[in-house]
């Protein structure tokens, strides 16, 4: 009689254990990262990313919601020259305009100026081995691009971003 309950509860405890363990794991899985675009404490219209994922093209999505970036001189706006501003692809706010655009020879839309700083945040992105400085929408937390300190004057900035976490809006 003991020998039988030793060989059902051995077995009967793995499955408990791993039964706990797997809830435990979607627990953690379904829990909002600070900082992400999820995360509305900190980003006042975050949403969820099935709600991206509905809204954005797959290029756009996969650079604004998982922080990707797309090839240079392969993107829609990096060699764009017409007049008008750069809205978000995911709202529609101004972000850049036309008149801060400028050739950085990297392949990838550059500006040296936001329209109203206030709509952009700056993060500290440690992706990739390095540390840089992450663009992203403030209103959702979205990823823009990155900012670097070897632009021209009058600011000296580069706002290095994704065409495809953009859209052009001409002027007439």
């Not at 501003?85 to 529609?92: C, N, P, R």
Request: charged share 25%.
């Amino acid at each position: 009689m003991i020998m039988r309950i030793k060989i059902i509860g051995w077995p009967l405890l793995f499955l408990q254990i791993a039964f706990l363990s797997a809830c435990g794991q979607n627990q953690a899985h379904n829990r909002v990262i600070p900082g992400s675009s999820e995360d509305v404490k900190t980003f006042p219209e975050a949403k969820p990313n099935t709600y991206w994922k509905k809204i954005l093209s797959p290029e756009a999505y996969e650079i604004m919601v998982n922080k990707g970036t797309e090839r240079p001189f392969n993107n829609p706006y990096w060699n764009n020259h017409e007049q008008g501003i750069y809205v978000s692809a995911a709202t529609g706010k101004p972000l850049f305009s036309s008149d801060a655009k400028f050739d950085s020879g990297t392949g990838w839309p550059s500006f040296f100026k936001p329209i109203d700083p206030k709509l952009i945040m700056i993060v500290k992105d440690y992706s990739e081995g390095m540390e840089r400085d992450e663009v992203v929408e403030r209103s959702t937390g979205l990823h823009l691009g990155h900012v670097f300190d070897d632009g021209p004057a009058p600011t000296g900035l580069r706002y290095c971003l994704d065409s495809y976490a953009l859209k052009f809006i001409k002027t007439k």
